[in-house]
C-alpha cells in the first residue's frame, strides 16, 4: 500500500473514493457513467418546486441545529406512514447532511477507540473510513455470492466482549441483496442478547423489487439499540441536495447529535423543506418509484447477459453486479479501468468493498438508475467486449 503524505495514520489507505475516481474517468472519457450510484433524472417536480418556494421565501440561514421543522414532522410521520414506527420528531429525530453524515456521527459518537463493529462485507466504503475514524475495529462478516445469505454461524462467532454495534444495510450496496425478515431478526436476537447497537442504513428502503423491506428497528427489542438511516438522495432522486437522517430513540440520538454538531452543524435548510414535500407524497410516488427503476435493472441485467457477463440477481437498490470471468478475466479493478477505453462505458469493482480481496476480484458494480435510452446504448457498447480482450 503507498503512504499517503501527511495522512494521518487512520486514513492510510482510504486514498480516493473509488466513486470520484470512476466518475472522473467518465468525465475525462466521456463515457456513458454507470459507476457511481446517481440518477439521469430529476425527482418529482412538486419536491422541487418546494424547495426553490422556500429559498425564494427566505429559507436560507442555518436551519435549527436538528433539521427543519416540517421536515422531522415528515420524517415521523413516514416511519409511521410505511412501518408502524412512532418517533418523537423534536428529540428521536435528527436531519444531516446526507446519509453519509448520519453514518460518520452515529460512529464516531457511540464508538470508542478499540471498541468492534460487525459489518457485513461487502461494504459501503464509507463504513470503514468512519469506523476507522472513531478509532473503532471493524470486524467484517462475509456475505457469500450468489445469494448472499448471512452466515449466522459466523455472525455469532464475530461478537466479542469488546464488539459495540452491527452494522446493516438492507438493501445491500453493492450487491442489491434485500436481508429476509428471518436474517434481520437473527440478527436483531444477537444484538438484544448481547447488549449491542444496531446501526442500519436503510437508505434504499423504497427500492425493494422482491421480497420486502423490513425495518431493524421495528423487531421485537430493537426500537431503542438501532439507529435508522435513510436519505432524501436516494428516496427522491436528489442525491446532490444532502439531505438524510437518523431515528432513534431521544438518548442516542442526542449522543449522535453531539457528533454532528461538529461536523456540519447543519445544512441546506431549503433543500430539507422540499424533501418533506417528498416524504408526504402518495403512496403511488413510491410505488411508481420503484416499479420504473425495477424495469431498468430489468433491462441493464439482460443486456448484460446478452453481452457476455454471468448476471447476479440484484432485489433492490440502484444496482446489478456482474462477473467478468467468462471474458477470461479476472481482475474487476483493471477490467473498470479500461472499461471507458474499450467500449465507453465506466463501472465500479466490488473489490473496493470487501477486506477479503479474493472474493470479490472478479465482481463489477453498474448501476441502473439512468434512462432506458442510456442503458440502452451502455449495452450495445458493452457487446461490443466480446473477443476484444484486455
Ligand atoms: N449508504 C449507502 C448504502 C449508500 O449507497 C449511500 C450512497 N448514496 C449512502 C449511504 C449515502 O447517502 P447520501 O448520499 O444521502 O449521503
Ligand atoms: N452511494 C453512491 C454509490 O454507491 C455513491 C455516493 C458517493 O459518491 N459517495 O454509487
New binding site residues.
Partial sequence: MNRVPFLAERLQGFGTTIFAEMSGLALATGAINLGQ??PDTDGPAEVLEAAIAAMRSGANQYPPGTGVPALRRAISDHQQRFYGLSFDPDTEVLVT???????AASLLSLVDPGDEVIVFEPM?D?YSACISMAGGVRVPVLLNAPDYAVDLTALRHAVTPRTKAILV?SP??PTGKVFSRLELSAIAELAVKHDLLVIS?E??EHLVFEGEHVPMAALPGMRDRTVT?S????SFSF?GW???WACASAALVSAIRTAKQFLTYVNGSGFQEGIAVGLGLPDTYFMDFAADMKSKRDRLSSGLAAAGFAVMPTSG??FVTADITPFGEVDGYEFCRQLPHRCGVVAVPNVVFYDNKTVGQSLVRFAFCKRHAVIDEACDRLATLQGSGL
Avoid: L, Q, R
Fill in positions: 450510484g446517481f447532511a446526507g446519509a453519509t453524515e448520519a453514518i459501503y464509507s444495510n445491500h450496496n442504513d437508505v434504499y438511516i436519505s432524501g438522495g436516494k442525491t444532502k439531505v438524510g437498490t440502484y
